[in-house]
């Protein structure tokens, strides 16, 4: 990617994807087992409302990365392909004991739990997040979860009821660099406060690990990228995933310019040198990467707490 980067905004979309970015079309036995198990129970996974390229790889090995709260999200990003729309405050009661279910069918070590926004519900649907990381942990005290959050509209009171939950790895993602965030994301989605949130969940739990993601191929330099990166260490951010940005539909933000793996190879570069415990960067990385997930499971399982981690926050400008 070249430092001057392309015009935000440009609708001239490069007309053939390359080939790093082809995959195969999802199939075999277990694939459509944790299908069909989804499906038995009600349960959605952001492998597919995102349309995750990745989905038959995670679903061929056994994992998906469980959508919390229903399939319609109150905000309306320009680079998502979950329905936006108003859930009028509907959740389902029995949902953490389908996920305890789920998991226990899947034979899993390592989940991942997000969910849409629900600004309709006055904790933004806290209470449920931590409701179902508890009744994994009592039925699978094995498994290790990391929780995938939105924001909560900054509320530090939500935040602090998922937190002490006791998830594994807290994961918010800013998506993209600051100069975009206005363009790529909902109006409420505000850069400095999914910082202010990453930074908020170490000041609850300082042996908390984090966890961030980076979309590139939106319009954004290296410069930018990089400045990214250090302002996630700065909050103490663990772990960082960086992955090619992909247009879901017509109505959605165009692809500005398709990265290279060489350079997705210099990012992974950069960030360890700034000192994230794992980065994992390339054209089909996503947030909910099954790859990062076993390099993680090992850090998780390796250190109790996150020593190396806290020794990097007591200087966190200067990771």
Not at 21 to 42: F, I, M, N
Not at 283 to 305: D, H, M, T
């Amino acid at each position: 990617m070249s430092s001057e980067g392309v015009v935000a905004g440009s609708e001239l979309e490069p007309k053939r994807k390359p080939a790093w970015l082809k995959v195969r079309p999802p199939a075999g036995e277990r694939y459509l087992h944790v299908k069909r198990s989804l499906r038995r129970l009600g349960l959605h996974t952001v492998c597919e409302e995102a349309r995750c390229p990745n989905l038959g790889e995670c679903w061929g090995g056994g994992t998906a990365t469980i959508m919390l709260m229903g399939a319609v999200c109150t905000r309306g990003c320009r680079f998502c392909a979950v329905t936006s729309g108003h859930p009028r405050g509907v959740l389902d009661p029995l949902e953490p004991w389908k996920v305890v279910r789920v998991l226990g069918e899947w034979g899993l070590d390592y989940v991942v739990l997000t969910s849409v926004a629900r600004d309709d519900l006055p904790d933004g649907g806290a209470a449920h997040f931590a409701q179902t990381v508890r009744a994994i942990k009592r039925q699978h005290p094995h498994v290790l979860v990391e929780v995938l959050i939105p924001d909560f509209q900054g509320d530090l009171d939500a935040l602090k009821t998922v937190v002490e939950a006791g998830p594994d790895v807290v994961a918010h993602n800013v998506e993209t660099v600051a100069r975009l965030t206005p363009r790529v994301r909902d109006r409420r989605a505000r850069y400095d406060q999914s910082l202010r949130v990453l930074q908020a969940v170490k000041e609850i739990d300082p042996t908390r690990y984090t966890k961030s993601s980076i979309m590139v191929g939106l319009g954004e330099t290296e410069p930018e990228v990089v400045q990214t990166m250090r302002d996630l260490r700065a909050v103490g951010v663990d772990f960082l995933t960086i992955g090619q940005y992909l247009r879901p539909t017509a109505k959605h933000l165009p692809v500005v310019e398709y990265v290279p793996p060489e350079q997705f190879e210099r990012y992974k570069r950069i960030g360890e040198e700034l000192g994230f415990l794992y980065v994992a960067a390339g054209p089909l990385v996503r947030s909910s990467y099954r790859a990062g997930e076993f390099f993680i499971a090992s850090v998780l399982r390796k250190n109790a707490q996150p020593q190396n981690a806290r020794a990097g926050r007591a200087n966190p400008s200067n990771p």
